[in-house]
C-alpha cells in the first residue's frame, strides 16, 4: 500500500498547473485587464479593475479555465448606475460575451479558451459595508493573497482535488458543498492540507473556526467558518451536513488507505431501464416518481424549490400510510445536471443559466403502497369526560355504511372509518398530493405532472440515468 506522501506527490503532478499553463493564462488575464482599463477610461464615472479568485491567486486546479474581473465603482454610484456601466465596460471587453444575472447583471465569455466574469462592484471601505454580496469579493482576494505562499497555495489545490473527487466541492445549492473560498481558509487555518484531513477526521459538529477572533456573534451551521472579512458572516453557510459528513468519511479513508482514486471526479455512467428493473425485483419495493417540468429559474433558485417540494410530498406520503424508504429530487439529462457546478469566487455569481427546458422528478421508494379499505381512528380516553363525549356524539348518529363503532379499545373510543386513499396512485393524483408544502415555483408545474408507479419508472431511465444510479447504487 501506498504510503500518504507518495500519494500526493503524484497526485500534485496532475492537479498542480504546469508553468506554460500558468503563463498562458497569466498574458490571458493580463491583455483583459488592460481591455478593461480602456474600457473604463470612457465612461463618465471613476473605476478601475482587480483580478480575484483562484487564478489571482495561484490555487487553481490544472485544466480550470477561469478569469475572473471585478470593476469596483465608486461606493455611493447607484444601482442602476452600476449596473449601466458594469454591462458597457463587460461586452466592451467581451463583445460575444452575454449576461447573466446573480445579484445584479455581469457578463460571461470566452477568450482564448478561458471562461471569463468581468463582474460590476462597489468599492466599499470593509466587507461589511458591502452593499451587495459581491462587493466582498475583493476583501476575500487581498486576505488570502496576503497570507498564502507558494506552499499553502498547492495545498489548496490538493484540497480542491480531493474535494472535487468525492463530489463535495461547490457552493451553488444544487451541490451544497465546499466553495474554494472555505476550502482555501480551512487549508490556511489548519496549515495544509494533510493536517486539514487528520484534524477533519475527529471533528464533532458544530465546529467552528474564527481565523480573526471576532466571536461577535452564533451560528447554527455544522460547520461554521467566521469570515475574517465579515464577521457577520458563516463562510460554510451553504454547506450541507451531509457534505460535511462525506468530507469526514473520506479524510479518514484516505489516511487510513491513501490512494489517488479520492483525487479522481468522476461521473457516473446512466443506469439504463433493465438495470433499474433489476433494482426493483431485488428490492421488493415500489417506486413512485412525480414528474413535470421544472420552472424556468436559475439553478440556486430551482433546488431549493424541488427540495421542499420532495419534502412537500414524503411528508403526505407518510402521512398517508405509505411509508417512505428513501426519497430524492432529480432533474434530467436534458437540463441541468444533476451534480452541482463549483465556484472558486464566493460572491453569489455562479448561478449559472436557466438553460433548456428541465423535467424534473420527485422520486420515492415505498415500503407500503395499499393500504386498507378503513382506517383507524383515536378519540381521547373516556375518562377525559368533555373531549370524549364530543368525539363519541359525533360519531353515534353516523349512518355510513363505511363507518365502524363508535366503540371502547381500551381507555378510549375508536372508530373505524373510510380510509381517503387506499393507493399511493390514488393519492398522488389526487388535489391533496398538491396541497402539501409544495416550492411556490413548482406549485403550478405540479398540476400537470405525470406519475409514475412500479416497473414504470424504468421509463425514466433515458433522461434520469445518473441520478437513478445514484439512488440504487449510493456511495458515501
Known amino acids: ?20 499553463e500558468r503563463e498562458r493564462l497569466r498574458a490571458a ?17 471613476d473605476a478601475d479593475v482587480v483580478q480575484v479568485g483562484s487564478t489571482a491567486r495561484g490555487t487553481w486546479v490544472a485544466g480550470d479555465r477561469d478569469i475572473d474581473l ?18 458597457a465596460v463587460g461586452h466592451a471587453v467581451l463583445p460575444d460575451g452575454h449576461e447573466e444575472y446573480a445579484e445584479h447583471p455581469y457578463v460571461k465569455g470566452n477568450y482564448e479558451g ?67 473560498y472555505l476550502t482555501e481558509l480551512l487549508v490556511l487555518e489548519l496549515g495544509g492540507f494533510v493536517p486539514l484531513v487528520e484534524s477533519a477526521r475527529s471533528w464533532h459538529p458544530p465546529m467552528e473556526f474564527d481565523p480573526e477572533g471576532h466571536a461577535e ?34 479524510a479518514r479513508e484516505l489516511l487510513a488507505a491513501p490512494s489517488e482514486d479520492r483525487f479522481e471526479p468522476g461521473e457516473p455512467e446512466p443506469l439504463g431501464p433493465k438495470e433499474v428493473r433489476a433494482h426493483l425485483d431485488r428490492r421488493g419495493t415500489t417506486p413512485v416518481a412525480v414528474v413535470f417540468d421544472a420552472p424556468d429559474v436559475v439553478d440556486d433558485q430551482l433546488w431549493p424549490q ?38 472558486d469566487v464566493d460572491n453569489g455569481t455562479e448561478r449559472g443559466d436557466a438553460g433548456e427546458s428541465t ?15 378503513v382506517a383507524r381512528h383515536e378519540g381521547p380516553p373516556v375518562a377525559v369526560r368533555k373531549h370524549a363525549a364530543s368525539f363519541y356524539e359525533s360519531y353515534v348518529d353516523d349512518v355510513d355504511p363505511d363507518t365502524y363503532g363508535p366503540f371502547i379499545d381500551g381507555d378510549r373510543y375508536v372508530v373505524e372509518r373510510e380510509r381517503e386513499f387506499a393507493t399511493v396512485r390514488e393519492y398522488l393524483e389526487s388535489d391533496a398530493a398538491g396541497d402539501v408544502a409544495l416550492g411556490a415555483r413548482v406549485e403550478p408545474a405540479f398540476d400537470d405532472r405525470d406519475v409514475l408507479v412500479g416497473e414504470a419508472v424504468a421509463t425514466l431511465a433515458p433522461a434520469f440515468g445518473r441520478p437513478l444510479r445514484e439512488f440504487y447504487e449510493p456511495r458515501p
Open 70 to 87: 471585478f470593476v469596483r465603482f465608486d461606493a455611493d454610484l447607484g444601482r442602476a448606475e452600476l449596473e449601466e456601466h458594469g454591462l
Open 306 to 343: 424541488l427540495r421542499r417540494s420532495l419534502d412537500g410530498i414524503v411528508g403526505g406520503l407518510n402521512g398517508h400510510g405509505f411509508d417512505v424508504l428513501r426519497a430524492r429530487a432529480m432533474t434530467d439529462a436534458a437540463g441541468a445536471k444533476d451534480a452541482g457546478g463549483a465556484s
Open 114 to 180: 478561458f471562461d471569463v466574469d468581468l463582474v460590476p462592484c462597489h468599492d466599499v471601505e470593509t466587507a461589511g459595508d458591502l452593499v451587495s454580496a459581491v462587493d466582498r469579493t475583493p476583501f476575500h482576494d487581498a486576505y488570502l493573497s496576503a497570507r498564502l505562499g507558494d506552499d499553502l497555495a498547492a495545498d489548496v489545490v490538493l484540497a480542491k482535488a480531493f474535494l472535487k473527487g468525492i463530489g463535495a466541492y461547490g457552493s451553488d445549492l444544487r451541490t451544497e458543498g465546499f466553495s474554494g
Open 1 to 20: 500500500m501506498d504510503d500518504l506522501e507518495a500519494v500526493l506527490s503524484r497526485v500534485r503532478e496532475r492537479v498542480l498547473p504546469e508553468p506554460e
Open 217 to 250: 456573534r452564533t451560528f447554527d451551521d455544522p460547520l461554521v467558518v467566521v469570515d475574517p472579512t465579515d464577521p457577520t458572516r458563516n463562510v460554510a453557510a451553504v454547506l450541507s451536513a451531509t457534505n460535511l459528513a462525506r468530507f469526514q468519511h473520506y
Open 29 to 45: 488575464a493580463a491583455t483583459l485587464t488592460e481591455r478593461t482599463r480602456e474600457a473604463i477610461a470612457d465612461l463618465p464615472v
Open 359 to 373: 423535467r424534473a422528478a420527485l422520486y420515492a421508494e415505498l415500503e407500503v403502497t395499499e393500504r386498507p379499505a
